[in-house]
T-cell receptor, first 113, second 113 residues
Framework: DAEITQSPRHKITETGRQVTLACHQT?????MFWYRQDLGHGLRLIHY???????NKGEVSDGYSVSRSNTEDLPLTLESAASSQTSVYFC????????????FGNGTRLTVT | GDSVTQMEGPVTLSEEAFLTINCTYT??????LFWYVQYPGEGLQLLLK?????DKGSNKGFEATYRKETTSFHLEKGSVQVSDSAVYFC????????????FGTGTRLLVSP
């Protein structure tokens, strides 16, 4: 069965360190997204990609970057981790179609100390 | 800008009670509307969707009707179960083909036996 996998599930890091969260999907979807989930804010879009070599900024992109070198993977990098980036991060993918559902990974809980 | 507003939770019900979770939206154009559900420790998964006015989405006993005149997409279930305890997110997709979803803040449902 196709799936979307995030790793690690939990990560603790220190302020100022670079951190990369992995996302791998076997749906063969062109669209991939990174969201963060915080209490009172729901899900907010960080970055997204509509295909290989395509990346776009979402509403909360400051301090984050992504790269898309193949269809399956969209790693999210925190260049210099800050305590404000403590959150749960979700990766998702979808077909390029308006009513296509998003398929989400199980999330990565990141704590920045 | 485009937005989704959900009722604040938690919503606390006894098993077999009737459920309504309110959702209203603001959008330019004619969005597709979705309800996603998040069970503890998991990512979001699509519950139901509607792509045009007066459409009714349904799944697992849940229903929601796309009401263009009131810009609403309220989620209902006639008889909830303990296993329905989760966080429910209303979302809209601007029909541009790019599947950028705008999420509400989520409503936690707690069902007791």
């Amino acid at each position: 069965d196709a799936e979307i996998t995030q790793s690690p599930r939990h990560k603790i890091t220190e302020t100022g360190r670079q951190v990369t969260l992995a996302c791998h999907q076997t749906w063969n979807h062109n669209n991939m997204f990174w969201y963060r989930q915080d209490l009172g804010h729901g899900l907010r879009l960080i970055h997204y990609s509509y295909g290989v070599q395509d990346t776009n900024k979402g509403e909360v992109s400051d301090g984050y970057s992504v790269s898309r070198s193949n269809t399956e993977d969209l790693p999210l990098t925190l260049e210099s981790a800050a305590s404000s980036q403590t959150s749960v991060y979700f990766c998702a993918s979808s077909e390029f179609r308006d009513d296509s559902p998003l398929h989400f990974g199980n999330g990565t809980r990141l704590t920045v100390t | 800008g485009d937005s989704v507003t959900q009722m604040e939770g938690p919503v606390t019900l006894s098993e077999e009670a009737f459920l309504t979770i309110n959702c209203t939206y603001t959008a330019t154009g004619y969005p597709s509307l979705f309800w996603y559900v998040q069970y503890p420790g998991e990512g979001l998964q699509l519950l139901l969707k509607a792509t045009k006015a007066d459409d009714k989405g349904s799944n697992k006993g849940f229903e929601a009707t796309y009401r263009k005149e009131t810009t609403s997409f309220h989620l209902e279930k006639g008889s909830v179960q303990v296993s329905d305890s989760a966080v429910y997110f209303c979302a809209l997709s601007l029909n541009t083909g790019f599947q950028k979803l705008v999420f509400g803040t989520g409503t936690r449902l707690l069902v007791s036996p």
